[in-house]
């Protein structure tokens, strides 16, 4: 009977907040029918793609949401405004007597980042993830704010 001998991927010992990266949504503006947001990187290694960001408006009771748009990297210590066009309709009021979905009528609108790979691949051998190598802060990935406290005008 052939042996095989294989060893094990061990987790990085020394590994720190410095090795991860870390998305947050930290600012966004209203020009028209576009949304523009603030996508930063606070960590310190620097954040692989795709990274999505995608939001969700709410106007009169109509829920919209805009196509993800996609970042391909991001350096660590950079942020990069992206621009969310094409509000579609996801819910009607019941009178449906507003079919138009107006961005800069909205009372609530959301914005959010991900990254579609976990950085952990980069540190585990073996492939496998792991629950302590994710974004060590979740709670910058989104941003939610009153349609009239919006700053209005394209970015500088």
């Not at 294989?6 to 998305?23: E, K, Y």
């Not at 952990?120 to 993830?129: D, I, K, M, Q, V």
Request: with cysteine; aromatic share 4%.
């Amino acid at each position: 009977m052939a042996g095989e001998n294989r060893t094990l991927s061990q987790w990085h010992l020394n590994a720190d907040d410095r090795m991860f990266p870390d998305l947050a949504i930290k600012e966004m503006r209203l020009d028209g029918d576009t949304l523009h947001v603030l996508v930063a990187n606070e960590g310190g290694y620097r954040a692989d793609g795709p990274i999505l960001v995608s939001a969700r408006a709410i106007a009169n009771g109509i829920n919209g949401e805009a196509q993800p748009a996609r970042l391909g990297r991001l350096p660590a210590g950079q942020s990069r405004w992206v621009a969310l066009r094409h509000f579609q309709l996801k819910s009607a009021s019941a009178d449906r007597t507003s079919p138009i979905f107006v961005l800069g009528d909205s009372n609530a609108i959301t914005a959010s980042v991900r990254q579609s790979a976990p950085p952990a691949s980069t540190l585990n051998r073996s492939g496998r993830s792991c629950e302590t190598c994710r974004e060590q802060n979740e709670a910058n990935n989104s941003l939610t704010s009153g349609g009239g406290q919006l700053k209005r005008g394209r970015p500088d």
